[in-house]
T-cell receptor
């Protein structure tokens, strides 16, 4: 079954404690992306990756890091989380050239 | 930067009424995609439009891409309770680029 898997689904953490949200896809997609979703603001792109070792900033990259060492994985790293990063995060993947993007189930992060 | 505006933000309809959401980009788009997100769920791809003036139908849903490729609409005929959710458009300026900008979404509620 084609899927994008995010972990964890829910996370409550404290300010400044480094965390990683994992994202894995089984469709051999070149393109992967991270979004955050906040009420009234829709989905905002954080980072994306066109292929292994190729990453680029989206619209709201501040406070986040990503890596793409393998095609299937695209982890999102918060080195020093702050309360304004409390949000719902989605990972997505698709093939290069556009078309259907598959989204993970989401990770609800709370930073206190 | 590229902006994608979506209206209305909310729409409440009686079951059986029609519904339309509009998407307007500040720049010419290469393609536009539509997604549906059920309450508590993740965005699910509905369709991609690429050609100027393109019209595509999926059962009761009709999607249009404007002649100038700067606007799009999603029309649902005779809404049903299963249509409840938030509908997002997402535009890209370059099919082969990674950046995509989502509209803020239109949340549809349907009264039985």
């Amino acid at each position: 079954e084609a899927q994008v898997t995010q972990n964890p689904r829910y996370l409550i953490t404290v300010t400044g404690k480094k965390l990683t949200v994992t994202c894995s896809q089984n469709m051999n997609h070149e393109y992967m992306s991270w979004y955050r979703q906040d009420p009234g603001l829709g989905l905002r792109q954080i980072y994306y990756s066109m292929n292994v070792e190729v990453t680029d900033k989206g619209d709201v990259p501040e406070g986040y890091k990503v890596s793409r060492k393998e095609k299937r994985n695209f982890p999102l790293i918060l080195e020093s989380p702050s309360p304004n990063q409390t949000s719902l995060y989605f990972c997505a993947s698709r093939r290069t050239g556009g078309g259907e993007a598959f989204f993970g189930q989401g990770t609800r992060l709370t930073v206190v | 930067g590229q902006q994608v505006m979506q209206i209305p933000q909310y729409q409440h309809v009686q079951e059986g009424e029609d519904f339309t959401t509009y998407c307007n980009s500040s720049t010419t788009l290469s393609n536009i995609q539509w997604y549906k997100q059920r309450p508590g769920g993740h965005p699910v791809f509905l369709i991609q439009l690429v050609k100027s003036g393109e019209v595509k139908k999926q059962k009761r849903l009709t999607f249009q891409f404007g002649e100038a490729k700067k606007n799009s609409s999603l029309h649902i005929t005779a809404t049903q309770t299963t249509d409840v959710g938030t509908y997002f458009c997402a535009g890209s300026r370059d099919t082969n680029a990674g950046k995509s900008t989502f509209g803020d979404g239109t949340t549809l509620t349907v009264k039985p």
